[in-house]
């Protein structure tokens, strides 16, 4: 089983950063890909950014510029930098794995952004 952790979360000003991680533990599989989703208030889950086992990114529109994805193998954890935060970024971030054998979610993390 795959477990995964987020944590960095928290609340932030309008143009602040954050850094979201996400440790992966277990039995990690034939890794296909990592990523970042979030959830923000009365809003479905939608894809933030993507991380394939080869190390390609990939990034939504509205985060592209200001976030960037990455990947530490030697300690299994990924991570989301986020700078130029606006209020519209308010969300729980979610962790996201998948492998040959599944799919994969973190509990969540909480982002504010506000003045």
Same mark, same amino acid.
């Given at each position: 089983? =795959?477990?995964? =952790?987020?944590?960095? +979360?928290?609340? =932030?000003? /309008?143009?602040?950063? *954050?850094? *979201?991680?996400?440790?992966? #533990? ?7 890909? $990592? ?5 923000? /208030?009365? %809003?479905?889950?939608? *894809?933030?950014?993507?991380?394939? #086992?080869? +190390? ?7 985060? %592209?510029?200001?976030?960037?994805? #990455? ?6 954890? $990924?991570? *989301?930098? $986020?700078? #130029?935060? %606006? /209020? ?11 492998? =040959?054998? +599944? ?13």
């Amino acid at each position: 089983q =795959v477990q995964l =952790v987020e944590s960095g +979360g928290g609340v =932030v000003q /309008p143009g602040g950063s *954050l850094r *979201l991680s996400c440790a992966a #533990s277990g039995s990690i599989f034939g890794l296909v890909a $990592m990523g970042w989703y979030r959830q923000g /208030p009365g %809003k479905e889950r939608e *894809l933030v950014a993507h991380i394939s #086992s080869g +190390g390609s990114t990939i990034y939504v529109d509205f985060v %592209k510029g200001r976030f960037t994805i #990455s990947r530490d193998n030697a300690k299994n954890t $990924m991570y *989301l930098q $986020m700078n #130029s935060l %606006k /209020p519209e970024d308010t969300a729980v971030y979610y962790c996201n794995l998948r492998t =040959v054998l +599944g799919t994969y979610w973190g509990q969540g993390t909480q982002v504010t952004v506000s003045s």
